[in-house]
């Protein structure tokens, strides 16, 4: 069984440019959901994706969006970086229903600079 | 608006001493989900609970989600170093999907040996 995967794992980027952020699903699973966890904080929820379409989002603007594909992999894109961007990005996937757990990668580390 | 407050933030403690770790909402939560993250990686989960008043038990662990489901503790018994790391509460919604787990801060423990 082929745990969550997540690419890069650190990033450096200059306030506004964009970044797009990789994710693998845990096989068997077809949701993939995107946390932000800024130092000294709890996850964020940012957005969910299910059969490829946004199944939900959290309070982050239009300029986080994402993207589901056919083999239940995921995106992350965020565009004109903030200062305030820089955090760890971490990709979930489950299985849609409820009190699925949740299972985390690694993250992405971002720095905006 | 943190809904899930965690406590104490902070704790450090000795090998073989106990503890408990408290999170605890105004909000009413149809499950809540406890994590651990250990330094550059992701939340693992530790338990669900889902009835109110319900204990669980996992080795040295015990979890505890409160009778009207607004909070949970952690109590852990005889802490070894392999403990140390963050642990995080995170609630789902009554009536929601598995789509927005909302998180707390998190309570950081070192157990020095």
């Known amino acids: 069984e082929t745990g969550v995967t997540q690419s890069p794992t650190h990033l450096i980027k200059t306030r506004g440019q964009q970044v797009t952020l990789r994710c693998s699903s845990q096989?068997?699973?077809?949701?993939v959901s995107w946390y932000q966890q800024a130092l000294g904080q709890g996850p964020q929820f940012i957005f969910q994706?299910?059969?490829?379409?946004?199944?939900g989002r959290g309070n982050f603007p239009p300029r986080f969006s994402g993207l589901q594909f056919p083999n239940y992999s995921s995106e992350l894109n965020v565009n004109a970086l903030e200062l305030d961007d820089s955090a760890l990005y971490l990709c979930?996937?489950?299985?849609?229903?409820?009190?699925?757990?949740?299972?985390f990668g690694n993250g992405t580390r971002l720095t905006v600079t | 608006t943190q809904l899930l407050e965690q406590s104490p933030q902070f704790l450090s403690i000795q090998e073989g001493e106990n503890l408990t770790v408290y999170c605890n909402s105004s909000?009413?939560?149809?499950?809540l989900q406890w994590y651990r993250q250990e330094p550059g990686e992701g939340p693992v989960l530790l338990v669900t609970v889902v009835t109110g008043g319900e204990v669980k038990k996992l080795k040295r662990l015990t979890f505890q989600f409160g009778d009207a489901r607004k909070d949970s503790s952690l109590h852990i018994t005889a802490a070894q170093t392999g403990d140390t790391g963050l642990y995080l509460c995170a609630g789902e919604k009554a009536g929601g999907s598995n789509y927005k787990l909302t998180f707390g801060k998190g309570t950081l423990l070192t157990v020095n040996p």
């Open positions: 909000s009413v939560f149809s499950s």
């Open positions: 979930a996937s489950s299985l849609r229903s409820v009190s699925s757990p949740l299972h």
């Open positions: 096989s068997g699973h077809n949701t």
């Open positions: 994706y299910y059969r490829e379409e946004e199944n």
